[in-house]
């Protein structure tokens, strides 16, 4: 069974850094895609940042300075790094991946608070 699971979120201060971590256990194969969304409360689900198993990234505008990603293909795992944390960062981040032949799969989510 396909499973991604998604560790590395919690309170931080402003200005301050979290570590995003995502591991695909099971029988998640071939991942082309790998990457991370957020979902502010009453707000849509937007991308933040994707790495294909080439390593082309793309990062959404809003965190292009702050946010790194990253993936460990032997361990099928993607990191976001992410820096210089704002209250607007407030969000859940899902992980992404997806496979070669399109299938795509959602972590569950994990709550980051940038809050005094």
């Known amino acids: 069974q396909e499973q991604l699971v998604e560790s590395g979120g919690g309170l931080v201060q402003p200005g301050g850094s979290l570590r995003l971590s995502c591991e695909a256990s099971?029988?998640?194969?071939?991942?082309?895609?790998m990457g991370w969304y957020r979902q502010a409360p009453g707000k849509e689900r937007d991308l933040v940042a994707v790495?294909?198993?080439?390593?082309?990234?793309k990062l959404a505008d809003s965190v292009k300075d702050r946010f790194t990603i990253s993936r460990d293909n032997a361990k099928n795992t993607v990191y976001l790094q992410m820096n210089s944390l704002k209250p607007e960062d407030t969000a859940v981040y899902f992980c992404?991946?997806?496979?070669?032949?399109?299938?795509?799969?959602w972590g569950k989510g994990t709550l980051v608070t940038v809050s005094l």
């Open positions: 790495i294909t198993n080439r390593g082309r990234i």
């Open positions: 992404r991946v997806v496979r070669g032949n399109g299938v795509g799969y």
């Open positions: 099971g029988s998640i194969s071939s991942i082309n895609v």
